[in-house]
Every structure is written in C-alpha cells, then in structure tokens.
C-alpha cells in the first residue's frame, strides 16, 4: 500500500510539473505567434518616437547598454521573449554581429522582401502608379491592417526611405515621405522617377551657409550613413530637388542639385537663396576656367621682370611685383614666367612665392595660407578666393591691389587683369580671404 500511494504521489507531482510548465510556456508561444517573432526572423524597431532602443548587456531594464539601436533599424531575433523581475519583456537579437537584449514592445515583425521584388535605392525620389485613378493608402506601419496616414494620389511623388518590408500575409511596403510625413506604401503602387524629380519640399535654391568655412559633405542619401560624393561649400549655391526628409535620429535632410550631381546634404547648413546670381540674370563675365582648347605657345623671349621690392609693406610689395604682370596671357597650368603666362593659381604661386613666401597650388589650397581675414578688413596684398566659378567649391583666386580691385589671371580672353570686386559675378561668389606671411 505505501508503494502504491509512492508510487501515486511521483506520479502526481510529475503532473503538476508539466501542467505548470505548460503554463508558464503557453503565454510565451501565444505572444511569440501575435507578434510573428521566432528565431531568425527580422525585426524593425519601433514606437520609440525617433529616439532608437537600447540595445542591453542582459534581459533587464537595469542591464547596462551596449547601444542605442535607431528607430527603423534591423535586428534578427535570436530566441524567445524573456521577462525580468518586473515584468518587462525582452527579445534577445543580434544587431550589426552584436548580441544583446531589446524590450519586445520596441520589435516589429519586418519580414522580407518577395522573391523578384527589387527594392528601390534609398533617398530615390519615387511616384505613385498602377491605382486606376484611386490613390493608395499610406500607412502607419508595413502591414495592410494599420492605421491610415494620408490618400496618396496617382503621380504623387514620393522619397523612398527604406524596404521593402513584407508582413506576415507577404504583402511588401516601402518605407517613404511624403510632404514631410513617413509612412508605409505597397510596392504594387510604387514606381521610380527620375532622380533631378522635384519631390514635396523641393523648387528654388538653397545656399550653404553656418559651416565656419568647413567644407560639409555632400552624401548619397539622407542619414550619415550613406556614402559622401565630395563638399559643398560656404555661399555654394544649389537646386533644391526635395526635403527636409527625416532620417531615423530626427535630423532633416535636403535633397539637392550640385552641378548636375544628385544628392543630400544636412538642413542645418542650407537656407533659402534667391538663386545663383540673385542680382543679375546672368554673370557678368564667362566663369575663370581651365583653357578648353590648346595653350597657345610660350613667347619665344620672356619679358624682362624686375625683382620684387624689397622696401615697405609686405602686402604693397605683394601688389607691386604682381602688377608687372598686367596683360599676360592666361595659359593652363601656367605657373612661372617661362610658360609664358599663368592660370589663377599658378598666378597667385609665382607672385608669393617669388616674395618668400608659402602659397598653395590651387585655389582650396590657398584656404590654409596665411590667416583668415573679414571681406571688411581687407588690405593689398590679401588673398582673394571665390567658390562656384568653373567647379563647384573653392575654384579661382586673386590678389587684393585695394579700392576694392584686384588682379587676377582670368580667361584666355583677357589674361592676367584688374577687377572690381563689385561685380556682380565675382560678389556673388567671393569665399574668403587670407593674409600670407601672418
């Protein structure tokens, strides 16, 4: 008898054991199947107002973070939901080959893209096709049972900011802006535009200004992650093709044309500018540039030059020496007087060079001689540099003679000459000015 009731009493505390096992795992599954998050799916992150997730060391809201994961990032989930004395719910997930823990209220089930879908690239201006007439929903979230943002009409034209995303009934979206507000749009209706397209936010010009004379980088899409294709510059001047676009920290995004290059460049350095050439239609003079044809040939005698004085001010005896040179010819990569003439680097390199001093080989280099000056403060002698003549970016130089001239190497057409800094061309260029041997 006392076998048996043993015997009875294993028995039902092995039933207890696994009654409460299935209870405590049961809710777990139940929650892993609303969600749609088993391991090795893909999860966005979510709900967290542009802020990002913490990515945890450990399964607990005092864990110490690894990270902050930004809002729409990818992760994989790597196992199933766990709870810390709390209460608060943690999936463990791999970001970027980083293991940790993220809160589950911050996942979303992120799917992936159909077989033959081919996604559009990032920053890509976009339309709306395909609807009979009838618009299509964006929404709240890549799935065909959330919230409704806006009717978007046919030919509206969108900004592809990521995807696509395919919900768990393999529905695909594309992550877009529209009129500045992101949201969810089918790939069924979604089709490329031509990349000069003018999205919501574009029309006009835009200047680059508040970079203390720091080059900005000019990028392939909107966030910093994406890959830089040179400099825009202080007073550059650019086509304004779409934005601000938001990346996933918040910061807005300009969508512009540099010269016939498409790409993004930060809104905090970009303001609203009337054009190019806001006073006059057109510039005043051709824009200083490389000879597009054949340097004509050196002069078989160089002209006699006198030394540069050696008496008075440093930037009086700068002008003086440079001043002999009125009339000669403009010759590409003409640097020194036995080339018979000089372009408006080599020009500014001989004139200080030959007066001991450092002087930079083209135009961005002269950014580093000498010190800074205000546009207010010149004097002879200073170094003049404009940006946006022949190539976007610091691109012609001169020399200060005073009265508000100088005297530059120009174009082939009028050789090294004298200028007035008021013309509407140069003005509405200048970048800066620096004061060598200082």
Known sequence: MKQKRT??????????????????VLP????????????????????????????????????????????????TIKGSPVKDAKGNSFYKVDYNGKAGYVMTQYLVFAGKANKGVK????????????????????????????????????????TVLGGPFTDKQ?????????????????????????????????GGYMKVTNTDGDPVRFRTGPARSFDPNGFVYEGQVVKLLGGAVKDDGGNKWYRVDRAGDIGYVDASFLAKSEGPTAS?????????????????????????LAPPPTNGPLGQRIVT?????????????????????????????????????????TAADDLSVGKPVPADALEPGDILIWANTYMPGPSHVGIYIGGGRFIHAETEATGVTIDSLSEDYYASRFYAARRPGV
């Open 28 to 75: 777990t599954y139940t929650a892993m199947a609303e969600d749609g998050l088993t391991a090795g799916t893909p999860a966005r992150v979510a709900g967290t107002d542009g802020d990002g997730v913490r990515l945890r060391e450990s399964p607990s809201a005092t864990a110490q973070s690894l990270q902050i994961v930004d809002e729409n990032e990818l992760v």
């Open 119 to 158: 996604s559009l690239p990032v920053g890509q201006p976009a339309k709306i096709t395909n609807t009979d007439g009838d618009g299509v929903n964006m929404r709240q979230q890549p799935s065909a049972g959330t919230a409704v943002l806006a009717l978007l009409t046919e030919g509206a034209v969108i």
């Open 280 to 304: 006059s239609p057109a510039p005043a003079k051709p824009a200083p540039a490389p000879a597009a044809a054949a340097p004509a040939p050196a002069p078989k005698k160089v002209p006699a």
């Open 170 to 202: 393999s529905n695909s979206f594309y992550r877009v802006d529209y009129k500045g507000q992101t949201g969810y749009v089918s790939i069924a209706f979604v089709a490329s535009a031509p990349k000069n397209t003018v999205t919501s936010g574009g």
């Open 321 to 361: 020496y440079a001043r002999q040179f009125l009339g000669w010819r403009y010759i590409y990569a003409g640097k020194s007087p036995s080339a018979g003439g000089f372009d408006c680097s080599g020009f500014v390199y001989w004139v200080l060079t030959q007066n001991g001093l450092r002087a930079g080989s």
């Open 7 to 24: 015997r009875f009493s294993a028995l039902l505390i092995l039933f207890l054991v696994l009654f409460l096992s299935a209870s405590l």
